[in-house]
Structure formats: C-alpha cells, structure tokens
C-alpha cells in the first residue's frame, strides 16, 4: 500500500525555523513556527483582510474554516468528520464539553477528575459547579486510583489523558468503557495527545473531546482550541456557551437562541483569523505525516533521552513512567532545584520547561527533534548537572511563565 506519508522526518525537521544554537525540547507547550507560517500569515493579512476586508468572511472562507481545519485535527485524534470545531481557548473548551456532559446526564452529580489533571480543567470545572448550583461535586483523586473511583454515583469522568507534570498516559479506552458501563459520560483532554500520539476518539468510545493547538500541533502562540462532541450526542447537546456563532441561523439575528445544526452549535463567536492562518501552515505538515511513525520515533527518542540522562546525571529522579506504553511524549526528572537547573539548560542551549515543585520537563517531537539532537542534548544536560552550573544566582530569579 502506499500513501502520501512523509516517512524521513528530516524533510518535516526542514519545515520549521528552529534558532540556531538551540536544541526545543518545548514543542509540548508552544511548538515552533512553520517557516510556511510567516507567508500563510502575510497573505492572510495583505491580500485577505488588506483587499477583501469584510468580504473575507465569504471569499477567504474565513467562516468555514473553524470546521474545515478542525476536521484535519480530526484526522490525528480519529475522529468522525464533521465532529469537531476550532476557536475559543482550550479552557473554554473545556467549561463547554462539562457544561454539555452534565447536561445529558441530569440525575447525577459526580464529576470525578485525577490530582494530575491540568489546573485550568479543575478551576473551570469549580468555575462551572459554582455558576450551576445544584449541588454537583468535583472529586479529585490520585491518578492510579481513577478506576477505583467509578461507580453509579458518577455523572461525568472528566480527565487529561496525558499528565502534564509526568507524561503519564491513561487508558482512554478502558477508563471510558468503565465510565459507560457505570452510566456515566466520559470527557479527554488531548492537550498533550493530539500531535504526540495516536489517539482515537471515535473507537475509544470518548463522548467529548477538547486540545489545543499550540502545543504539539504548532499552531502558534494563541492558536485557537478544540472539541469533539461524539455523533451519538450532537444534536442533544445544549450549548451553555450560546453565542451567535452557534445559533442554528447567526444571520438571522433572532431574539432567542436555537442551537446550530452538529457541531457547529460548539463554536461561540468571532474566529481568530489569523491564528487560523497560523494553524493552516502548520496543518499543511501534519496533513501528511501518520501518527504511528510519530509515536514510533517519539518512543526511541524518549528511550534515548531517559538512557542517556539517567546514565550521566544520578542526581536526577525519573518521573515519568519507565514503560514506554504508559507515557506520553515528554519525560520529566525531579530535581529539588529544577527551576534553576532548567534555567542554566536553557542558557546552555537546551530548551525544556519547569513545573513546580520540582519537575524538569523535557518534550519530544518528531517532527523536528531527531536522534543527534538527543545525544547534543544528553551531554548539556549532563555538563550541567554534573559541573553545578546551575548554582548561581541568576539562574534562580523567577520569571513569569517557567
Ligand atoms: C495547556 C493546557 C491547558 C491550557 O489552556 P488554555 O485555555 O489554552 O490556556 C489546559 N488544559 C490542559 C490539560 C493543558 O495541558
């Protein structure tokens, strides 16, 4: 069989700008540009909104694209087209897909989410329990004991499939069925799945579905998010967020709202438009790579990394599960003085992040991270460590985003 497929991810490495003398052990947070992005971009804004201006809407295809870019996300989450659309942030995103959950199980109050979830998920959940008043309670429990925790009492499981702070990866196929099989609804958080490995929502069973694009996908800082509702719930799902957007006729400017046809009743307002065009550079690359070759050279590279790291630098604790099959795409070590030594990392030339108390966090991607980058990085980070380079005061001084 053959397929379009980019197979030798040296010709992907050479899609992206990637600065010199940097080795982006990042591209879990904020992926790097696609070098196709800064024309897609200029485009977008001379010719489109520069010549079209208002009637961009319609000739650009700027109203269409939230769905139509949405569905090669689709694609990489395996997802039913027609099933997901783009905008809002993936906070918002998430308020929406509980709001719409808790709605479709209405004799139940339990939310049941894990102590490793993203804080942003738990504070829109607290956000959205407090603004409902009904008496719905948030449970948070230790990842491991999640299955333990499903029962008849649960109205929706709500969860990250991979753990930020670890790269611990949950079985979304057999949380799911459990929560089924319990009654209840099961929402995933692919922030940091989507573009990392193969997900698949449809056969996995997920009955929603939200990410963001920043992150693996490489669509830009402030790339819009997303959310798949499953087909078998579409057309009951009532909007919480009830935008205009959303409505079954935007430009009919009724006086009450009716919610759209599928999932365009998701969408809220206004698209990012240019964030759009971001996105639609980096999509260009994702449209012809297949998940499993990802997930393949992620796992040597993760495998590599941990070997290579755990060998030099025994001051450093693994933190991510040793399995490859139960990770992610990250690997993380705890370090008491994590912040300071990423900081001296990163002014070495190897770029990961810090999240607190102690992790040193450090992403793989494919797509522009390959085997040499790996060994380049293991020795920095081994100088590191071993030399105490990070013990100066300059490394210690807090920013604002670690
Ligand atoms: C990155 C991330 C977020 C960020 O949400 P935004 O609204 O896009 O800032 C939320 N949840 C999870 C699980 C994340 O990893």
Known sequence: MTDNFIR????????????????????NSLG??????????????????GEMVITGWNRAGWMAQPTTYADRIGRLIGAEPGHCVLGDTLSVKV??????ALDLVPDRKVILTDSGNFPSDI???EGLIKSLDRGYELKIVPPEDVADHINNDLAVLMLTQVDY?????????????????????????????????????????????????YKYLNGGP??????????????????????WLGHAAPFAFEPGYRPGTGIERMRVGTPPVLQLAALDASLDIWDRVDLEDIRTASIALTQQFIDGVE?????????????????GSQVSFRFADGYAAMQACIAHGVVGDFRAPDIMRFGFTPLFIDADDVTKAVAIISRVMQDKLWDAPAFRQKAAVT
């Open 8 to 27: 030798d991810f040296s010709q992907t490495k050479a899609m992206f700008h990637l600065p010199d003398d940097m080795i982006y052990l990042d591209g």
């Open 165 to 213: 702070r670890t790269g611990r990866l949950h079985d979304m196929p057999a949380l799911t069925a459990a929560a089924h099989d319990a009654g209840a609804l099961a929402i995933w958080d692919l922030a940091h799945s989507a573009g990392a490995l193969a997900v698949d929502v449809a056969s996995g069973g997920a009955d929603f579905a939200v990410g963001c694009t």
């Open 123 to 125: 504070y829109m959940a």
């Open 222 to 243: 402030g790339a819009p998010a997303f959310i798949y509702v499953a087909p078998r719930h579409i057309d009951r799902c009532q909007p919480a967020l009830s935008g």
């Open 311 to 327: 060998a030099a630098c025994p001051m450093l604790t693994l933190a991510s599960p040793r399995d490859p099959a139960e990770r």
């Open 95 to 100: 308020f929406q897909a509980l709001a719409a």
């Open 32 to 49: 790097p540009l696609p070098k196709a992005a800064a024309a897609r971009i200029n485009d977008c804004v001379t010719r489109e909104w």
